[in-house]
């Protein structure tokens, strides 16, 4: 990590030193919307500026589009819900 | 044992124990049969097999009935749930991957015809989609994952789980969540991408040259 210089006087100088190898690390937690303001903030800017990265977030955000899109939910069985329901009434 | 003076007769407190077992049973129809499709879903993923599905998923509310007063009320009840049937899976599979010849197939095999007799068009129902669900190519590419992968684009993809939740079901911080996430999705869009190519079609990631 090359952002520990003792100058930082704010978040944003310390962010924008983010690096590819720092970006790839939040590139999932930012599909998923699970990044903190602040990394959310160094993401963004990081992916404005690297082609690279941008593409690799959009790819990846596809490929999460498309598992959503396509894998088949199954209802549960009628015989595995009455069964489930009988199991928890007369286990006591 | 010195008798307490407020408790004069025995019923009563059988009285209260009953009524308490009646809360117990309310709370756990409302909150944990409603994720019945759910959980039957990912046992679908785990086991590939709609009987051991069913099995898989029955023991687990079975189990998580048990312990249901161990339930931290206001936490995520299907993912307590899921990690119940992760953990059923793996003792499972554990213990009939060492002695394959004590497991009585005979029994349970009786145990699921009897249940299809009566509910034989849903089982067929269901074993037919499972049947076109693996000729799939979504489904083949997310199965053909290492399986730490598959299993973390599962949970977060399609039940959609928060990161801290999935980390506490594959017991690894969330910092191997994300990795796993991201090493995970870029094999699985080279594998599409290669179903994609078999049909003739470019892969729409890579621009004009
Ligand atoms: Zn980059």
Partial sequence: ?92 | MPSSPHKKDTPEPKNTLSEKEKIKHQEFQNEAVGHINALYNYALHLTMNPDDAHDLVQETYLKAYKFFDSFEKGTNCKAWLFKILKNNYINKFRKNAREPGKVDYDLIKDFYHSIKDTQSDSDDLNAGYLRSLMHDEVYQALNSLPEEFKEVIQLCDIEGFTYEEIANMVESPIGTVRSRLYRGRKLLRSRLNEFAKKHGYNTDDEEAP
């Fill in chain 1, 1 to 92: 990590m090359e952002v520990s210089f003792s100058r930082t006087r704010n978040t944003y100088e310390l962010i924008s030193t983010m690096n590819c190898t720092q970006a790839r690390t939040l590139m999932s937690a930012a599909v998923d919307g699970e990044l903190t303001l602040k990394e959310q903030e160094g993401f963004e800017q990081h992916i404005a500026g690297c082609s690279t990265c941008f593409s690799e977030f959009k790819e990846a955000q596809k490929t999460k589009s498309i598992i959503r899109e396509k894998i088949i939910r199954f209802k549960a069985p009628q015989s595995l819900i009455n069964s489930v329901l009988k199991l928890t009434e007369t286990t006591f």
